[in-house]
């Protein structure tokens, strides 16, 4: 069945750090790959998707890229923020597939 | 537009007791799921539900039910509950199922949650 593993966190950085969270997957077919990010105290929203193989997805300075060859969509920003502290999950769905298959998560903790 | 809601925010229950999460969206989709958040697990699927009268199970749905009598309201119910639901229960919602697709609005809308702990 369709399974997604990212790294495992917690996960702490000061302001303007580099953040990097890696996401492989397991799937038949040609899954869709999300990101979702979860700030303290709410749901989940979406933060960035990918619908086909070599497509960026990126919102808010984060960007991942859907690779085909090595089953990864790690998300990616360049210079972090206090207010990117929160959860994120990556999460692959299939067309015609009713669930979202997620990650465990990973906490990210910016610092000042 | 509200989004998706959901009622209560934080529930205590004791053992063998019964309740019901309420969740409403009010975008007209046609799909409705609920999730349950555990530490180190990511999100598992309770139930779906594709369009009013129709409900199905997910990955987890022992111990749970739900209905869709409207396309609006997908109400969860816990019939008798158990330590092992202590857990954050999300309720989403999209236009086509969890939300794949390539266009803009085409993903799943979550609630804030609902905290429960079964003692």
């Known amino acids: 069945g369709n399974s997604v593993t990212q790294m495992e966190g917690p996960v702490t950085l000061s302001e303007e750090a580099f953040l990097t969270i890696n996401c492989t997957y397991t799937?038949?077919?040609?899954?869709?790959l999300f990101w979702y990010v979860q700030y303290p105290g709410e749901g989940l929203q979406l933060l960035l998707k990918?619908?086909?193989?070599?497509d960026k997805g990126s919102n808010k300075g984060f960007e991942a890229t859907y690779r085909k060859e090595t089953t990864s969509f790690h998300l990616e920003k360049g210079s972090v923020q206090v207010s990117d502290s929160a959860v994120y999950f990556c999460?692959?769905?299939?067309?015609?597939?009713?669930?979202?298959?997620f990650g465990a998560g990973t906490t990210v903790t910016v610092r000042a | 537009n509200a989004g998706v809601t959901q009622t209560p925010k934080f529930q205590v229950l004791k053992t063998g007791q019964s309740m019901t999460l309420q969740c409403a969206q009010d975008?007209?989709?046609?799909?409705m799921s609920w999730y349950r958040q555990d530490p180190g697990m990511g999100l598992r699927l309770i139930h779906y539900?594709?369009?009013?009268?129709?409900?199905d199970q997910g990955e987890v749905p022992n111990g749970y039910n739900v209905s869709r009598s409207t396309t609006e309201d997908f109400p969860l119910r816990l019939l008798s509950a158990a330590p092992s639901q202590t857990s954050v229960y999300f309720c989403?919602?999209?236009?086509?199922?969890?939300?794949?697709?390539?266009?803009?609005?085409?993903?799943?809308?979550f609630g804030p949650g609902t905290r429960l702990l079964v003692l």
């Open positions: 539900s594709v369009g009013a009268g129709i409900t």
């Open positions: 799937a038949t077919g040609y899954p869709s």
């Open positions: 990918a619908t086909k193989a070599d």
């Open positions: 975008m007209n989709h046609e799909y």
């Open positions: 999460a692959l769905g299939a067309v015609n597939d009713y669930k979202l298959s």
């Open positions: 989403a919602s999209s236009i086509n199922p969890a939300g794949v697709g390539t266009g803009e609005g085409e993903t799943q809308y």
